[in-house]
T-cell receptor, first 113, second 118 residues
Framework: GAVVSQHPSRVICKSGTSVKIECRSLDFQATTMFWYRQFPKQSLMLMATSNEGSKATYEQGVEKDKFLINHASLTLSTLTVTSAHPEDSSFYIC?????????FGQGTRLTVV | AQTVTQSQPEMSVQEAETVTLSCTYDTSESNYYLFWYKQPPSRQMILVIRQEAYKQQNATENRFSVNFQKAAKSFSLKISDSQLGDTAMYFCAFMKGHSGAGSYQLTFGKGTKLSVIP
């Protein structure tokens, strides 16, 4: 399958700071990228959907000013968690899709201290 | 809206045996795709198998096969000759069919934790 690279895999940041997570599709052009959050022992919760060159569409309850998503090219999307707080600590996963297949990054474990 | 239900939170199977994971879904769409993803302890999501709704034939990938019952909206995964490396969370997922650019989101079930016992 196609390769999606997500970085960093782990990050620790101080409360009040911002952190950026990158998601790259390495061998295909992703028309759509998705960002998920996964709590321990739970399923993936969709946060937002982004199409290249368009504003992201956020799911209900997700603060768009806190979770900034940029999809500047067909191979790169970024998620920036602004003014992070301990409750933002979680596992974040990106997915890149072209058509009817979706490929996932390795995930990022964010810890806010 | 679509829903995906996995009614078995946890299952276990002896190594080399066969196990079936259940999944049902609800949709009014006629064109859609169904998937099983595996999430091992590394937490990397790995596609196990995919089924197009318009295909009557059940998908098969080596030791993994599905039983797709469209009328019953059921999509179970059978794992034959279970191996220790099959230990993981398994998620059933639904995607609407589409036309044109862009992709629809995956709707996931809550997952089934499978443990393969030596």
């Amino acid at each position: 399958g196609a390769v999606v690279s997500q970085h960093p895999s782990r990050v620790i940041c101080k409360s009040g700071t911002s952190v950026k997570i990158e998601c790259r599709s390495l061998d295909f052009q992703a028309t759509t990228m998705f960002w998920y959050r996964q709590f321990p022992k739970q399923s993936l919760m969709l946060m937002a959907t982004s199409n290249e060159g368009s504003k992201a569409t956020y799911e209900q309850g997700v603060e768009k000013d806190k979770f900034l998503i940029n999809h500047a090219s067909l191979t790169l999307s970024t998620l920036t968690v602004t003014s992070a707080h301990p409750e933002d600590s979680s596992f974040y996963i990106c997915s890149a899709s072209s058509g009817t297949e979706a490929f996932f990054g390795q995930g990022t474990r964010l810890t806010v201290v | 809206a679509q829903t995906v239900t996995q009614s078995q939170p946890e299952m276990s199977v002896q190594e080399a045996e066969t196990v079936t994971l259940s999944c049902t879904y609800d949709t009014s769409e006629s064109n859609y795709y169904l998937f099983w993803y595996k999430q091992p302890p590394s937490r990397q999501m790995i596609l196990v198998i995919r089924q197009e709704a318009y295909k009557q034939q059940n998908a098969t990938e080596n030791r993994f096969s599905v039983n797709f019952q469209k009328a019953a909206k059921s999509f179970s995964l059978k794992i034959s000759d279970s191996q220790l490396g099959d230990t993981a969370m398994y998620f059933c997922a639904f995607m609407k069919g589409h036309s044109g650019a862009g992709s629809y989101q995956l709707t996931f079930g809550k997952g089934t934790k499978l443990s393969v016992i030596p």
